[in-house]
């Protein structure tokens, strides 16, 4: 991933700013099952690969099913889910796989780091990304390629996050996109 920073949207606004932004990747964080369409032409249009959070859409469960249809019907650069179906079935359509996990307590980090050798994800994206001791320990533990996302709030951080051993950095602060550009 070339990006240090993968925009985070979750409006047509803020989604209407990443089309015309440099960034090649970004991710919809919520969005309505009934705005897939209108987001994937534009993106398409604008040469943008979007990572879509399916725990997140509305109107749709975030299943195997609901993976299989967003495959199948919009084609996205990548799906992004705490589920390990979704991310099982991302993978088997070709689809880029982005397994979050939110690390609470060391009995978190335990239960994620078992699910990540179940699913083995193409990406982690790791909450809260703002600690990077924690991200140090998921990368000595597990061998895979990770997003920092949560509490990020300047470049300092970003760079920390970065310098911890994520590939990128996800978030919604436009600020950071810029100081990223």
Known sequence: MDQKVLPVMSNMKEFESFLKSPFEIGVFMETH???LKNIHMMAEAHKKKI???VDLINGLKNDEHATEYL???FKPYGLISTKSSVILKAKQKGVLAVQRIFLIDSHALEKSIKLLK???PDFIEVLPGAM???IQEVKKRINI???AGGFIKTPEQVQNALDAGAVTVTTSNKELWQSFI
């Open 71 to 73: 495959c199948q019907e």
């Open 33 to 35: 099952i009934a705005q």
């Open 118 to 120: 179940k699913t083995n």
């Open 132 to 134: 990077p001791s924690l």
């Open 51 to 53: 990572l879509y959070h």
């Open 145 to 147: 390629p990770m997003f």
